[in-house]
């Protein structure tokens, strides 16, 4: 499973795959509800602030450790839609 949150910081998505547990020493599958005790592994949408509409462009994803307090739960439904440079 997975989930859907934000950077607190920079409002950016993440998709949480895998809970590292509270030591970064287990490996199993992220679920809800966050614990804000618990490292969260996934992806991270650079430069792709989540809530402004439910389809969210990006040009870049890349893999990323948050721990549960610097993330948000965001309940709503996200389209992702690559952005490519030079498409016409």
């Given at each position: 499973?997975?989930?859907?949150?934000k950077?607190k910081?920079?409002?950016?998505?993440?998709?949480?795959?895998?809970d590292l547990?509270?030591k970064r020493d287990?490996?199993?599958?992220?679920?809800?509800?966050?614990?804000p005790?618990?490292?969260?592994?996934?992806?991270?949408?650079?430069?792709?602030?989540a809530?402004r509409?439910?389809?969210l462009?990006f040009?870049e994803a890349?893999?990323a450790v948050?721990?549960?307090?610097e993330l948000?739960?965001?309940?709503?439904?996200?389209?992702?839609v690559?952005?490519?440079?030079?498409?016409?």
């Open positions: 499973m997975s989930f859907t949150a950077v910081e920079t409002r950016e998505l993440f998709i949480a795959t895998t547990g509270t287990t490996y199993r599958d992220a679920h809800l509800p966050l614990d005790k618990v490292f969260y592994a996934g992806h991270l949408f650079l430069d792709s602030p809530g509409s439910h389809y462009n040009q890349t893999s948050f721990h549960g307090s948000v739960e965001d309940h709503g439904e996200i389209r992702l690559p952005f490519i440079r030079g498409a016409q």
